[in-house]
């Protein structure tokens, strides 16, 4: 956990200090405020991935544009999990949460940020001499970044399609060793 928390918090804080950097450097004198109202979104996930491993999942999300640019919100994760590799299937519920950020870069194109907590069961060795492992349910960290690309549809609703990759890698991650790919919806209120 101090591991974790060496190479999070320097990041968050880096984020954080950014935010206050680049605020100084906005102008408002001849832009248009934008009603709080029509900064916030919804929007989310939906997933579904069927044979050998089955997945069903759902993650919506609400957010906040703090500048036309950038945005950042909250959400929250359900997954059904089963993967029938093993014998007997491996199967779980994967629910958590996730912090993220999205920065317009160029045209649609942006970077995008999500720290996430999910909890679900993890198979860990007790007895290393006769093989015996064990199902314990732990919240298992990510922080994963990557960057995507973002289509207008039509009012304040947008198509997105991100790439992110886990850079914590801890052995446990539902993405170790494999880059996220996501793709969802955003709509304005």
Known sequence: MLKFARFTLPVLLFLCLWTVVTAQ???TANKPQIPFKDRIFVGGNLGLTFGTITNIEIAPLIGYMLTPS???????RYSYYQD???????KTNIYGGLVFSRYIIYKGLFAEFNFEGNNYEVYKLVDPINGVYAAEREWI???????GYSQPIGGNSAFFISILYDVLQNQYSPYYGVPVIRAGFGIGL
């Open 25 to 27: 450097h906005s102008t």
């Open 70 to 76: 950038w945005s950042a919100g909250v959400g929250v």
């Open 84 to 90: 029938n590799y093993y014998n007997p299937p491996y």
């Open 141 to 147: 960290p990510s922080l994963l970044l990557g960057g």
